[in-house]
T-cell receptor
């Protein structure tokens, strides 16, 4: 049973370009979470999605950031018109449901560098 | 608001010693989960241990154990017989419903 898969692991973008980060949850998991980790900081919640639905996006910046989790395919975190401050590690996590007792498993992260 | 506080930004201990990492949290909920995650230099997030709030018994995983004090809202991690491979950032985390809230982490160095 493969773990949470994220790609690309490393992405370099120039200011103003778009970044797309992909996350395939663990098999059997229908809930996906995105977290951002700035250098020397902890992980900050961004968004929580179920298949085809955004459940909680309270941690998402109001502009330039969007996320989706289509019926088929991976979840995608999209950052438009990237700026240097978007440089960070973006972690995806998944769980089978939100019931208490379900551990959330993390992927290995995607490192975005904006130059 | 639910918050998680780790008061020790950085710690160093000699190999084979025991070390305790502190964590306190703030919540008005009664039923929740607590976790410790390890982030080694590879930056991968690795689950170390978890504790259900309704269980009074402290969780244990090999050399890792917790001291869960629900009334005090304290959730410390004890690492026994520390090894060089334990060198990492350690994050305390709180789970309620759909969201994990992380502390800012404690950087642990195991010295040879």
């Amino acid at each position: 049973n493969a773990g949470v898969m994220q790609n690309p692991r490393h992405l370099v973008r120039r200011r103003g370009q778009e970044a797309r980060l992909r996350c395939s949850p663990m098999k059997g998991h229908s809930h996906v979470y995105w977290y951002r980790q700035l250098p020397e900081e902890g992980l900050k919640f961004m968004v929580y999605l179920q298949k085809e639905n955004i459940i909680d996006e309270s941690g998402m910046p109001k502009e330039r950031f969007s996320a989706e989790f289509p019926k088929e395919g991976p979840s995608i975190l999209r950052i438009q018109q990237v700026v240097r401050g978007d440089s960070a590690a973006y972690f995806c996590a998944s769980s089978p449901s939100t019931g208490l007792g379900n551990t959330i498993y993390f992927g290995e992260g995607s490192w975005l560098t904006v130059v | 608001a639910q918050t998680v506080t780790q008061s020790q930004p950085e710690m160093s201990v000699q190999e084979a010693e025991t070390v305790t990492l502190s964590c306190t949290y703030d919540t008005s909920e009664n039923n929740y989960y607590l976790f410790w995650y390890k982030q080694p230099p590879s930056r991968q997030m690795i689950l170390v241990i978890r504790q259900e709030a309704y269980k009074q018994q402290n969780a244990t995983e090999n050399r890792f154990s917790v001291n869960f004090q629900k009334a005090a809202k304290s959730f410390s991690l004890k690492i026994s017989d520390s090894q060089l491979g334990d060198t990492a950032m350690y994050f305390c985390a709180f789970l309620r419903d759909d969201k994990i809230i992380f502390g800012k982490g404690t950087r642990l160095h195991i010295l040879p």
